[in-house]
């Protein structure tokens, strides 16, 4: 059975940072891409950053320069680094597998007062 599992989210002050994870269970981890995105209330999900399963990583423009994503294979891990958050990083923050198919985790709110 396939699972993510997020944890790490909270409330957070504007410039503050938190680290997000994502425990994977079911599936190939190291074979997948992987990505983080979120959805603010009343806008559409979208990708905050993604990992492909050899390494290399891509980041929406918002987050660039704050968010680092990275992985542990061997732990089946996921993580998102946030730093110097913005109130309109406020949002649920969800981990996914990608490719070859799309698995989806529960989400972690985030939320970032001014």
């Known amino acids: 059975q396939v699972q993510l599992v997020e944890s790490g989210g909270g409330l957070v002050q504007a410039g503050g940072s938190l680290r997000l994870s994502c425990a994977a269970s079911?599936?190939?981890?190291?074979?997948?891409?992987m990505g983080w995105y979120r959805q603010a209330p009343g806008k559409e999900r979208e990708l905050v950053a993604g990992?492909?399963?050899?390494?290399?990583?891509n980041y929406a423009d918002s987050v660039k320069g704050r968010f680092t994503i990275s992985r542990d294979n061997a732990k089946k891990m996921l993580y998102l680094q946030m730093n110097s958050l913005e109130p309109e990083d406020t949002a649920m923050y969800y981990c996914?597998?990608?490719?070859?198919?799309?698995?989806w985790g529960q989400g972690t709110q985030v939320t970032v007062s001014s």
């Open positions: 079911g599936f190939i981890f190291s074979g997948y891409d």
């Open positions: 990992i492909a399963s050899t390494g290399s990583t």
């Open positions: 996914a597998a990608t490719r070859p198919r799309y698995y």
